[in-house]
């Protein structure tokens, strides 16, 4: 029978043992030689796809209210500052937002102009205060707004007002048709108010009003902010401040109270069983014994680890407010014993983003970071975007104190 070439070469019974063994050790050479050849072509896969899908915003502010942001990569060669811009801007999915402070006109009367026999202005007139957006700078289609912010009518200093809680999401957070100029081409915003166009007779009595916003925090695609208006009206004992709280879900361009059902109740149980025992601790009982959830306050602890802080409110009176939520509430915060479903995917800080912060000159007073889109075509148009930002008018936050 005739063996076929390959064969023979194989056979090693009829070669000699030095034959044998140096066609054994061939073999075996080939082997590893290949093996490492994969090995090497695996590895640079994996750093190529890192630099794409290890990459992150993160935004700073500063206790003088200045805002920073840079985009990072996290590349298996280490930390890379790939572009830095002012301002703040943050990621989710398919979309990045810009923050923007702005100017807003109210119609109010001042003290000396005010008739408080027959409750009517003399000479009105339009003061400036502030306001916030989020300006959608990919997607050019409407996004919903937030509730407007309007002066309420003057609180009676007997009955105090009941806190707006931070638990149910506005009624408002569906989405309304954008502003004329987003059918004009404009970015699509989610704004903090509407703009008075016109006196309002329900504010003419309002004669002082100062009002600033603080984002608190960024996680992922959400955003945290934080607003403290206060209000003086005309012949008033005293003045009355109100607190806002707003948590943006930047994915969907809407509001959102971050809990599910099952949630929702069990954060009511705790506010109901502990906030009121924590709240009497060492004081008085307040008016009332039914706390509202008025705000959730995220932090990330020094090992990476998202940590959350209910903030629960009650009603009482006006000198015992503690100037955390509205006039006539005293609140308590305590420790949140879990991470709602929303926000565990951000349960640990990046690598990346913690080396950033701890490597920072200066403290930050609030920080935020998201993470880019690997879809190649989506994180270019991203990056093209960021790069192409023209420099924004000074947008810093006013502190609250600085004002």
Same mark, same amino acid.
């Given at each position: 029978?005739?063996?076929?070439? #390959? ?14 063994? %140096? ?33 992150? *915003? ?9 805002? &920073? ?17 002012? =301002?703040?801007?943050?990621?989710? =999915?398919?979309?990045?937002?810009? !923050? ?52 309420? #009518?003057? &609180?009676?200093? $007997? ?13 408002? #957070? #569906? ?14 915003? $989610? ?11 329900? %504010?003419?009595?309002?004669?002082? $009003? ?7 925090? =960024? ?9 403290? %208006?206060?209000?003086? !009206? ?21 509001? +959102? ?15 109901? +069983? ?36 209910? &903030?629960? @409110? ?9 100037? *955390?939520?509205?006039?006539? @509430? ?51 148009? *991203? ?6 930002? %023209? ?13």
């Amino acid at each position: 029978m005739n063996t076929p070439p #390959a064969e023979r070469w194989l056979a090693m019974g009829d070669l000699s043992p030095i034959q044998s063994k %140096t066609r054994g050790l061939l073999v075996l050479s080939i082997l590893v030689f290949l093996t490492i050849l994969l090995a090497w072509h695996t590895g640079q896969a994996q750093e190529q796809q890192e630099a794409f899908v290890s990459e992150f *915003l993160v935004w700073t502010l500063t206790d003088g209210g200045v805002t &920073q942001t840079v985009w990072l990569r996290d590349a298996a060669s280490g930390l890379e500052v790939f572009a830095e811009r002012s =301002g703040l801007y943050q990621a989710a =999915g398919d979309h990045l937002w810009r !923050w923007e402070m702005f100017e807003q006109p109210l119609v109010l009367c001042s003290i000396e102009d005010w008739n408080d026999s027959v409750g009517t202005c003399k000479r009105p007139h339009e003061q400036a205060v502030s306001a916030h957006r989020l300006v959608d700078l990919l997607d050019r289609t409407s996004a919903p707004s937030p509730p407007a912010i309007s002066p309420p #009518a003057p &609180q009676p200093t $007997i009955s105090p007002p009941a806190p707006q809680p931070a638990i149910s999401p506005p009624a408002s #957070a #569906a989405a309304i048709p954008a502003p004329a100029s987003a059918a004009e081409g404009s970015s699509s915003a $989610i704004e903090s108010a509407n703009p008075v166009a016109a006196p309002d007779p329900d %504010t003419l009595s309002l004669c002082e $009003i100062d009002r600033s916003y603080l984002p608190l925090a =960024g996680v992922g695609s959400y955003l945290f902010v934080t607003g403290s %208006t206060y209000e003086y !009206w005309c012949g008033a004992a005293h003045g009355f401040a109100r607190m806002e709280f707003l948590v943006y879900d930047l994915a969907s361009g809407s509001l +959102t109270n971050l809990f599910t059902e099952a949630e929702e109740s069990e954060v009511r149980r705790l506010g109901e +069983t502990k906030a009121l025992s924590l709240l009497e601790a060492g004081e008085s009982p307040p008016f009332s014994d039914r706390p509202l959830l008025t705000m959730v306050l995220p932090s990330y602890d020094p090992s990476g680890s998202l940590e959350l802080r209910y &903030q629960f @409110t009650f009603e009482d009176c006006y000198a015992c407010s503690d100037g *955390l939520w509205d006039s006539y @509430t005293r609140s308590v915060r305590m420790a949140a014993p879990s991470l709602p479903l929303a926000l565990q995917p951000y349960s640990g800080l990046p690598r990346v983003v913690q080396g950033t912060l701890a490597g920072r000159p200066t403290p930050v007073a609030a920080f935020g970071w998201s993470r880019i889109n690997p879809d190649p075509s989506v994180r270019d148009r *991203l990056l093209q975007i960021f790069l192409g930002e %023209t420099e924004q008018p000074p947008n810093d936050v006013q502190i609250e104190g600085q004002r």
